[in-house]
């Protein structure tokens, strides 16, 4: 195992070379290491600090964005903020943490190089610990889960489900087998939270839209499937604006299944509990979030839920020069009325609380006494597709139009830099201006697909036993385990240190807080 070195000094104030190192790139990781790039200005000009993060992915994927990403409404490119650009003071390591020893102050990392020099695992050396390695999709052990669902958690999720819904119109359009057919243009969302809600929304609309430009496809011939495991769907936005968006999903000819489970998925066939069976070519699985499992192999303490015990102060309780936030922490709620409440682990306590945890840091630093966090629940949105969608914000319900467009507004305002902000605002005006892009790039999967079909090997997917990842047909057609699009050779696998959704200080947007 490699050391990285580590510099300490006994100066008072921060001692020279002391390090700040924060596990994750997601809401939580970026924020606090933007902000506290700003409070340590001066002492990272003098050397004193060095602020490392420690994260799978070179950027930070705005998740709020995703629904309308995977629709085509805005590029893949402006969903996610390139780190090094906005923590130009910070040192990146792209890799992932794997165990914290904290009583030696030792995190061990795996990079993308360790892999190529076979030396081993890198343990860097920190003085100030953040933890925020984000969360995983939450999956249970249904048959045929793992073989042929997809989840909705990073961009290229996002877009691989948008290439795949294309590719299905594709083949149903092409096939002279009715049953293939409707199980092409059969489409089932497991999760009536946000992510399956927006992701559901707006990929019917999109292919709506999409049907008037196939000669034997109508919108009418695809079914589209809600699956949800209690008696409502987004509980953020309260009771009644929760049965507004029942009412709107099924004037779109969308099934919402309540207090339903699936019970199986295999052999393409979505069986659930109410006894149902749907054939189908396309699950997404959107039920919940965990935490990341390098929690497990941390010397902290973890509640039942398999968060780390913090303080109001957002210190990991027990454990000096520890601090977490968003997913990963479990951070005592003191608005609250009922004592013993946590916050929830969503982007609107998660953003907040990096504020808080960046100016506990620099006063740790310095010799200063801390703050607690407070902040009370402001309002949740959700778009439910182009121009509709819900609101409840300060006590006020909206729907339709104007909750659609306060979505809009909201997260527009939230989206780091001034560049994305930008880039989103023109995408947008010029998707009201001309028409929607229906192309598929299912190919971007395999981009060395055709040279190595015509140096002599197989496409891939097209085994005897085997179907393509997405698009093109085939005898399983369809979202297949394994490595995600884009990844990179010899990286670790193992789950993104991002969130699962939405930046803020307002209104909750749907989402997980890292």
């Not at 580590?6 to 970026?30: D, E, K, S």
């Not at 590719?167 to 049953?179: F, K, L, N």
């Not at 979505?270 to 919940?288: K, N």
């Amino acid at each position: 195992m490699v050391k990285a070195a580590n510099f300490r000094g006994t100066t008072p104030g921060p001692p020279p070379g002391a390090r700040i190192l924060v596990i994750g790139g997601g809401y939580v990781g970026m924020y606090t290491a933007l902000r506290l790039q700003r409070k340590l200005k001066q002492e990272l000009a003098r050397g004193e600090v060095e602020i490392m993060v420690v994260t799978p992915e070179p950027y930070m994927t705005y998740q709020p964005f995703l629904p309308e990403a995977a629709a085509g409404s805005i590029s893949p490119r402006h969903v996610v903020v390139p780190l090094r650009r906005v923590l130009d003071k910070c040192k990146i390591v792209i890799g992932e943490a794997r165990a914290v020893d904290h009583g030696k102050r030792t995190a061990t990392v795996t990079t993308l190089a360790t892999a190529e020099e076979g030396t081993g695992p890198v343990a860097f050396t920190y003085d100030e610990l953040v933890i925020a390695p984000g969360s995983i999709s939450r999956t249970l052990p249904i048959p045929g889960l793992a073989d042929y669902a997809i989840g909705f958690k990073t961009v290229e999720e996002a877009i691989g489900l948008r290439n795949h819904v294309i590719e299905q119109m594709d083949i149903a359009s092409s096939t002279r087998d009715p049953a293939i057919r409707d199980a092409a243009l059969t489409f089932v969302f497991v999760g009536g939270g946000y992510a399956g809600v927006e992701a559901l929304a707006e990929l019917e609309d999109m292919a709506r839209y999409t049907a008037r430009y196939y000669h034997n496809i109508k919108p009418e011939d695809l079914k589209w499937i809600l699956v949800e495991a209690s008696n409502r769907i987004l509980p953020e936005v309260g009771e009644e604006m929760g049965k507004y968006a029942i009412r709107e999903l099924r004037a779109r000819n969308i099934e919402v299944r309540l207090e339903t489970r699936l019970d199986s998925c295999e052999d393409r066939v979505a069986v659930l509990s109410d006894g149902s069976r749907f054939p189908t070519r396309t699950v997404v699985w959107t039920a919940g979030v965990k935490p990341a499992p390098v929690l497990a192999a941390m010397d902290l303490p973890l509640n039942e839920r398999g968060r780390l015990v913090c303080t109001a102060e957002l210190t990991v309780a027990g454990a000096d020069h520890a601090w977490a936030a968003g997913d990963a922490a479990a951070v005592p709620d003191v608005t609250a009325e009922e004592p013993g409440k946590e916050c929830a682990p969503n982007a609107q306590h998660a953003v907040r609380q990096t504020k808080v945890l960046a100016e506990n840091i620099t006063a740790s630093l310095r010799g200063e006494p801390l703050k607690e966090y407070a902040h009370k629940y402001v309002g949740s949105v959700a778009s439910l597709g182009l121009h509709k969608g819900v609101a409840h914000i300060y006590g006020r319900k909206l729907k339709g139009y104007p909750a659609w467009l306060m979505h809009r507004v909201y997260h527009l305002s939230r989206v780091p830099t001034f560049n994305r902000k930008a880039r989103v605002l023109a995408e947008w005006t010029l998707s009201g201006l001309f028409k929607r892009e229906i192309v598929s790039l299912g190919s971007l999967e395999h981009p060395r697909a055709e040279f190595e079909l015509a140096a002599g090997g197989k496409r891939p997917g097209h085994g005897p036993d085997s179907g393509p990842h997405h698009g093109k047909p085939g005898p399983k057609s369809g979202p297949k385990p394994g490595p995600k699009p884009g990844s990179r050779p010899g990286s670790p696998p193992g789950p993104k240190s991002g969130p699962e959704r939405r930046p803020d200080s307002g209104p909750q947007s749907g989402s997980r807080g890292n």
